[in-house]
């Protein structure tokens, strides 16, 4: 199964852009690429999801890499209520195991 | 609008006893899954299935048993607790479609139940 990497842990100010990046090196060519944050006592949910173009939904933007080896979620402004754990998780063709990393940490200061 | 519904919230059991967390979704969503979460760790997949009767293994099943024998419902069950179950526990849904998840429907997720084996 292709795996992705994510930093253990990122900061940010209040109202800051925030780029969150994920490689997945091994990705293959129908593996859509999701995110989904979880907040603290919190189940995870759904925040994004992309194939190969840029995409944009109310909540974040996902700008995918040319080669899809890597992709970086970006929240425009961070509120407090971002404070979450982000996954970046590939979704494949051939298995219906959705298998989470340990995600990024992002942590906002006002 | 319910979505994914877990009980219990808490759970405590002593090492040895047996329980079932219950786990049910009211989006006529084929799959269904379990993962477990360790203090500080991302979710691991224990069991998940992809429609009534339909059950397979996760990364992490040992010590666990499923069945489907409903679209709602899709109960995790205990038989002899472990301290090392202790954890937080998620239960899934989401569409699936021709033998796979749709690819552009998010999975829903419960608020988890907390256990504690001592």
């Known amino acids: 199964d292709a795996k992705t990497t994510q930093p253990n842990s990122m900061e940010s100010n209040e109202e800051e852009p925030v780029h969150l990046p994920c490689n997945h090196s091994?990705?293959?060519?129908?593996?859509?690429i999701h995110w989904y944050r979880q907040l603290p006592s919190q189940g995870p949910e759904y925040v994004i999801h992309?194939?190969?173009s840029n995409v944009n939904n109310r909540m974040a933007s996902l700008a995918i890499a040319e080669d899809r080896k890597s992709s970086t979620l970006i929240l425009h402004r961070a509120t407090l209520r971002d404070a979450a754990v982000y996954y970046c998780?590939?979704?494949?063709?051939?298995?219906?195991?959705?298998?989470f990393g340990t995600g990024t940490r992002l942590q906002v200061f006002p | 609008n319910a979505g994914v519904t877990q009980t219990p919230k808490f759970q405590v059991l002593k090492t040895g006893q047996s329980m079932t967390l219950q786990c049910a979704q009211d989006m006529n969503h084929e799959y269904m899954s379990w993962y477990r979460q360790d203090p500080g760790m991302g979710l691991r997949l224990i069991h998940y299935s992809v429609g009534a009767g339909i059950t397979d293994q996760g990364e992490v099943p040992n010590g666990y048993n499923v069945s489907r024998s409903t679209t709602e419902d899709f109960p995790l069950r205990l038989l002899s607790a472990a301290p090392s179950q202790t954890s937080v526990y998620f239960c899934?849904?989401?569409?699936?479609?021709?033998?796979?998840?749709?690819?552009?429907?998010?999975?829903?997720f419960g608020n988890g139940t907390r256990l504690t084996v001592t």
């Open positions: 091994t990705i293959s060519g129908t593996d859509y």
């Open positions: 998780i590939l979704k494949s063709y051939n298995t219906d195991k959705l298998i």
């Open positions: 992309g194939l190969t």
């Open positions: 899934a849904s989401g569409a699936y479609r021709a033998g796979n998840l749709v690819y552009n429907s998010p999975l829903h």
